[in-house]
């Protein structure tokens, strides 16, 4: 019911160039028109926003106009020490997708899976239309519960139940999100290459909805689809920062 960094039980991965090819066939049978189902499986290279390395749309800056006053108020409040990021934790969707490397969706018949390069991130978009169990109201999720459904061509992803989140918006600004955030995604094809298209609404930390539109070609080459993260080196800035509360005290953290 969610994907493998939330915590919940993980999925074993199938063969992917059999699942793939298996998957394809069978969604003519999952009540879609086959010309709406488009081919988005395979490796794709990190979205741009054009003009070959250009991240600057997905970009949410520190005083944007988007922002509300809670925002800034929030953004001004929380020491860069806490932000996860310094703990290894990965970027929640959508500024995940601000992260320069590949990742690589495999369509099957009842859901979709997007595996980011990056901190080894399994994402599950469970497919209308196949009885799948929705969450119960206490539950939530650190990269929240998406739900998939193809129309007009493209696959169209709501994402939403997540939890409260320090970076959610931006790990660089500290511009976090809340359990209200939802991020509709629509992945469609453009000739070889695929098209990505994300709009996200938080009413606690947008004033409205932000939106960005990238495309990626397929990635050429070996793809390395196993990431591990290194605590020590993650953490090794935080000795460069001062403190921003100094008479609080020392902030002792775990070691995983």
């Known amino acids: 019911m969610t994907n493998r960094k939330d915590y919940r039980s993980a999925l074993s991965r199938p063969a992917e160039s059999l699942a793939a090819g298996v998957a394809l066939a069978l969604l003519g049978t999952s009540g879609f028109a086959a010309d709406e189902i488009p081919d988005l499986a395979g490796i794709w290279q990190f979205g741009s926003c054009g003009g070959g390395f250009n991240l600057s749309c997905m970009i949410l800056e520190e005083d944007d106009e988007l922002l509300t006053s809670r925002a800034k108020a929030y953004r001004d409040a929380i020491d860069e020490a806490a932000q996860p990021k310094y703990d290894c934790a990965p970027m929640s969707v959508p500024h995940m997708w601000t992260d320069p490397y590949a990742y690589s969706i495999e369509q099957h018949e009842d859901r979709v899976l997007i595996h980011y390069g990056k901190d080894d991130v399994v994402r599950t978009v469970w497919l209308e239309g196949h009885g799948h169990e929705e969450p119960a109201v206490n539950e939530f999720f650190y990269f929240g519960h998406?739900?998939?459904?193809?129309?007009?061509?493209?696959?169209?992803?709501?994402?939403?139940?997540?939890?409260?989140?320090?970076?959610?918006?931006?790990?660089?600004?500290?511009?976090?999100?809340?359990?209200?955030?939802?991020?509709?995604?629509?992945?469609?094809?453009?000739?070889?290459?695929?098209?990505?298209?994300?709009?996200?609404?938080?009413?606690?930390?947008?004033?409205?909805?932000?939106?960005?539109?990238?495309t990626s070609r397929p990635f050429q080459g070996e793809w390395e689809d196993s990431w591990q993260c290194d605590l020590e080196a993650a953490r090794q800035s935080l000795k460069l920062l001062p403190p921003m509360y100094p008479d609080d005290p020392p902030i002792e953290r775990i070691e995983y």
């Open 146 to 214: 998406s739900t998939g459904r193809y129309e007009d061509g493209a696959l169209v992803v709501t994402t939403d139940r997540f939890t409260f989140d320090p970076q959610g918006l931006n790990a660089d600004f500290r511009i976090p999100s809340s359990t209200q955030k939802q991020v509709v995604e629509r992945f469609s094809r453009d000739g070889e290459n695929l098209v990505l298209e994300v709009t996200t609404t938080d009413t606690f930390f947008l004033k409205e909805p932000w939106s960005f539109r990238v």
